[in-house]
């Protein structure tokens, strides 16, 4: 009995060490420093995945859209914890520092991802990046689900052309 | 009025316990995107973690619902067959399923290596003393087993502390996300381990009686 509870005690301890987590993760043991994500990485992936096809399609519903006199286009803002204060801000990727920015391929990474249009800024959907895995989940609101960043695409192209089509 | 305080608190952790199944039986509609599982969306796609996490609920559930009536003397004689095979079914489910898993469970908490270690203790904190309480049972020694046995309850009952710890540290100390879940790892056993011995402090004559009575 005495054996056998040790031993399953002992296996589940193992079974928590074959991937990432929270102890790992303070040792930087799963993290070796040229798993470091860059920021262009990230960029990249966010671009690929999301952004980029999400302009294409929106400017293919409202060839206008990106070509008025004032600024439109998403902007993707991560949440960082401040090393003075160590409160937890929203930055975006673009006035973002190298050095701020420590984040690992390997680890989950929530992003936000907001569309200005002329000043008016909205939340478009929360992002759940994973580098190492090349994989983005998307969750848009408050009702929704957690889904891939192609259904969403999908989804939000479809939506956003049929709206197009009642306003012409 | 002691014996009407008693049947209130007794009353009132059955209440807790059925409770706390009802909540652990209700991610069984197996939607990752439930309750809980929402701040562990990154965790979804390791399925040892998966598979931990519905055995530690089910087999949470198992231990209260198995454990539950052996306290309630009227319900289940102390020496009777039942009381065995429930104590049996209780203690191997802390001992090899629920504890193991909460523990593997521990390592990917919310808020981080404070969190997990709180978490940790916990799940030591609870098989520790329900592994005495085995120990004592064998050796036949009835008011050990029931001193050991009732805080080993106590922390199958953390669970239920667990989660009236939450909302208090975050609505009423209003703690930020990651101070809540450390607050509530060390709170909700903590605590349960006080109460037990508070509890056995106000039962000390009573387990002797206990003790006669078994033999």
Redesign the interface.
């Known amino acids: ?1 005495k054996k ?2 040790i031993g ?2 002992i ?3 193992a ?5 990432e ?3 790992t ?2 040792l930087g043991l799963f993290t070796p420093k040229e798993e470091k994500l860059t920021i262009n990485e990230l960029d990249s992936i966010v671009r690929v995945k999301v952004t980029d096809t999400l302009r294409s399609c929106m400017m293919q519903a409202n060839p206008h859209l990106f070509m008025t006199k004032c600024y439109a286009g998403f902007d993707v803002r991560v949440k960082v914890r401040d090393k003075n204060s160590g409160l937890r801000t929203n930055k975006s990727l673009k006035y973002m520092q190298e050095e701020e920015f420590d984040f690992y391929k390997r680890s ?1 990474l929530t992003l936000s991802l907001f569309f200005a249009d002329c000043g008016s800024e909205d939340l478009v959907a929360t992002l ?1 990046v ?1 580098y190492s ?1 090349n994989e983005i ?1 998307v969750k848009e609101s408050f009702f929704s ?2 889904i891939p960043s192609e259904k969403f695409i999908e989804d939000f192209c479809e939506k956003y052309s049929n709206l197009q089509k009642k306003h012409e | 009025m002691k014996k009407l305080i008693i049947y209130i608190l007794g009353i009132t952790v059955v209440v807790l316990a059925i409770m706390l199944v009802a909540i652990a039986m209700s991610y069984f509609t197996f939607d990752s995107d439930y309750h809980f599982l929402k701040s562990k969306q990154h965790m979804l796609s390791n399925n040892i973690w998966k598979v931990s996490f519905y055995t530690h609920l089910l087999f949470g559930s198992i231990a209260i619902l198995a454990g539950t009536p052996l306290f309630i003397k009227k319900l289940i004689r102390f020496k009777s067959k039942l009381h065995k095979t429930l104590g049996k079914i209780y203690i191997a489910s802390i001992l090899f399923i629920t504890g193991p898993t909460g523990l593997y469970l521990a390592f990917y908490a919310e808020g981080g290596s404070w969190a997990s270690l709180g978490f940790v203790l916990m799940s030591f904190a609870w098989m520790i003393p329900t592994y005495i309480a085995y120990k004592k049972i064998r050796e036949k020694d009835f008011v050990g087993h029931y001193r050991w046995i009732i805080r080993s309850y106590c922390m199958t009952l953390s669970g239920v502390t667990l989660r009236i710890m939450t909302p208090i540290g975050s609505h009423l100390i209003e703690f930020d996300y990651d101070t809540n879940f450390i607050f509530t790892s060390y709170a909700c056993w903590i605590f349960n381990i006080l109460l037990g011995e508070l509890i056995l402090l106000s039962l000390k004559k009573k387990t002797q009686n206990i003790a006669l009575l078994i033999r």
């Open positions: 009995m056998f509870f399953t005690l296996a589940f301890t079974l928590a060490f074959t991937s987590n929270n102890l993760k303070s989950d759940y994973n895995k989940l689900k957690t």
